[in-house]
């Protein structure tokens, strides 16, 4: 466990020195420019749109990161060849894949958490500025506490798709790795269609290959409840609990995979 | 116990896109090293020295054959505790400093409070970079990231140490350096495997050296054992010639050719009485700047055997 959290420490760091938090200062900038834009142009949508926003600004962020940071997370080790005298040290193959996995979503969880308080401070402005009639039309508060499902279920769904630039990045190219990655987050997002895929097109060769690429494919579409909670909508605690037990399941097989591939590999 | 045990180890590539076919890089290579030894282990570019300490390291697996550091498997963690390794032109994270990459390494090694503090410190005096201990990998020159890459592989105070290349991109004090540094391992009892194309560190390190060709291991054994070390001939080296003494000298010369500054280079057979040709020398008013004894080096030795392994491979 020590060796993990060493080998993840390693990979903060990186990310630090790599000015990779230089990202939360620029979605600072744009929300509260957002904000300020929104506030001048709108009439009483103001926070819902700030919300939306905020809200996506957090994800879209938090892909950048978990992609780019991702997909050099192991194979930027193999090509420089920095990877010879690391695993020449007491690690395993196993503990390697690990630290680095760790080591990238504590960067997500601390850029994505500063992200989530500069969106707060940006709500809680626009609360205390808000006139009293104003205040009451909307039809959630400012800082409604379902917002922060909204941030937990990116964060897992980031974690995903962390997991998928790992695996990739154990045997491709930086470039091949983001472009599957991204390329499966889309598709990630659109995977309920493809458990309906009859309705489309009746070739049963077609249908079972939809459905088996259904259950392949990272289900994405739960993770994305920002518009719920942005219009203050309940997300029920059991499909929430549901979606982060399935994120577990699904990392749980990609960092197999991945450490499988890992252990297997041949450095030239 | 042997500290290096490696027993009919191979190692195939594919190549070849569409039509993938085997290239054996290693072939059949049996070796023991024991402990407290310097092993110099030589060959051309190409041969599988690389290869073979990849192999040692588990950076690369076998086609077949096994390999055993101080008893164990190659790859097993106890093993790794008490090894350091020193790769080809190697690479470090460039965005931290020296001093934080050794205390990461070190941590990975179980050190733990002051004392990572007080290795790390001791490493980088050992390699000569205590003074920039504290810059980033980044703004080093490529010697000091080899001598970067001999601290990482002292950190552990190892009982067995593979270096591979390790005088590349040194100058020659760098060189001198770490000759020093391998001695001191040496004589700490540490066993010391080191891969080289430079023969002149060999003939001065090695106890043992074992020399690679084409993925063979063409000889092995103590260098008094490989090389016959008995005499060739003489080699003067002598001033104010004149030409009626250098034509008396051509009879029992091997050769004589003229150097710059007036000065020629004598070869005599083994068989020449040194003495007599320097009485010979001085009665006809030469001046003798040099004589030394020709016998068979590490480098004859090398072209030989591995020209012979060519030959073998390549039918000429």
């Known amino acids: ?268 | 116990m042997p500290a290096i045990e490696i027993e009919e180890l191979s190692k195939d590539f594919l190549t070849g896109f569409w039509r993938p076919r085997p290239y054996r890089a290693l072939d059949r290579l049996t070796l023991s090293v024991d402990e407290g030894e310097v092993f110099g282990f030589l060959g051309p570019n190409g041969a599988g020295k690389s290869t073979t300490l990849k192999l040692l390291m588990q950076l690369l697996y076998p086609t077949s054959g096994s390999a055993r550091i101080l008893g164990r498997p190659v790859g097993d963690l106890a093993v790794k505790q008490r090894i350091g390794f020193l790769p080809e032109n190697p690479y470090f994270y460039d965005h931290l400093t020296a001093e934080e990459l050794l205390t990461y390494f070190a941590r990975l090694f179980g050190l733990r409070g002051a004392e990572v503090a007080a290795r790390v410190g001791r490493v980088l005096d050992d390699v000569g970079l205590g003074a920039e201990r504290r810059l980033r990998l980044r703004q080093y020159s490529k010697g000091m990231i080899q001598r970067v890459g001999l601290a990482q592989a002292l950190l552990n105070e190892p009982d067995v140490v593979f270096l591979d290349e390790p005088m590349s991109g040194l100058d020659p004090l760098g060189r001198r350096h770490v000759r020093q540094l391998m001695l001191r391992l040496r004589d700490r009892g540490a066993t010391v495997f080191f891969s080289s194309h430079i023969l002149s560190d060999a003939e001065s390190l090695c106890s043992r050296v074992g020399i690679l060709a084409q993925g063979r291991l063409v000889a092995s054994g103590r260098l008094s054992e490989i090389l016959a070390f008995e005499l060739r001939g003489w080699d003067v080296v002598v001033a104010h010639l004149s030409d009626e003494l250098r034509a008396r000298l051509a009879a029992h010369a091997r050769t004589i050719t003229a150097l710059s500054h007036g000065r020629y280079t004598i070869e005599l057979p083994p068989e020449a009485s040194p003495e007599a040709f320097l009485r010979e020398l001085a009665d006809g008013g030469a001046q003798v700047v040099s004589l030394n004894p020709l016998r068979e080096t590490l480098e004859d030795y090398f072209v030989q055997s591995v020209g012979a392994a060519t030959a073998r491979e390549t039918g000429l």
């Open chain 1, 1 to 268: 466990m020590r060796t993990i959290a060493l080998v993840a420490g390693a990979v903060f760091k990186e990310s630090v020195r790599d000015r990779v938090p230089y990202s939360m200062v620029a979605f600072a900038v744009l929300l509260i420019a957002a904000s300020y834009l929104i506030s001048q142009l709108t009439a009483g949508q103001d926070l819902k749109i700030i919300k939306d926003l905020g809200l996506a600004a957090i994800s879209w962020f938090g892909l950048l990161i978990a992609i780019f940071i991702g997909i050099g997370l192991v194979s930027k080790e193999v090509e420089r060849r920095s990877v010879f005298a690391l695993l020449s040290k007491p690690l395993t193959r196993g503990q390697f894949i690990l630290g680095k996995y760790a080591g990238l979503v504590f960067t997500l969880v601390v850029n994505l958490s500063a992200m989530t308080v500069a969106f707060a401070v940006v709500l809680a402005y626009m609360d205390a500025v808000a006139l009293p009639e104003v205040r009451a039309g909307w039809p959630a508060p400012a800082l409604d506490p379902r917002l922060l499902t909204g941030v937990l279920l990116t964060v897992a769904e980031l974690m995903i798709v962390t997991a998928l630039a790992l695996f990739f990045s154990t045997f491709s190219s930086p470039l091949l790795s983001a472009l599957l990655t991204f390329g499966l987050w889309v598709a990630g997002h659109f995977n309920q269609d493809l458990r309906n895929f009859e309705a489309v097109l009746d070739v049963p060769v077609m249908v079972w290959l939809a459905r088996g690429l259904y259950y392949l494919l990272p289900n994405l579409a739960p993770f994305n409840v920002r518009a719920e909670v942005a219009h203050g909508v309940d997300v029920p605690t059991g499909d929430v609990l549901l979606t982060l037990a399935y994120a577990a399941v699904y990392i749980a097989v990609l960092l197999v995979a991945s450490i499988a591939v890992f252990r297997r590999r041949d450095f030239k």
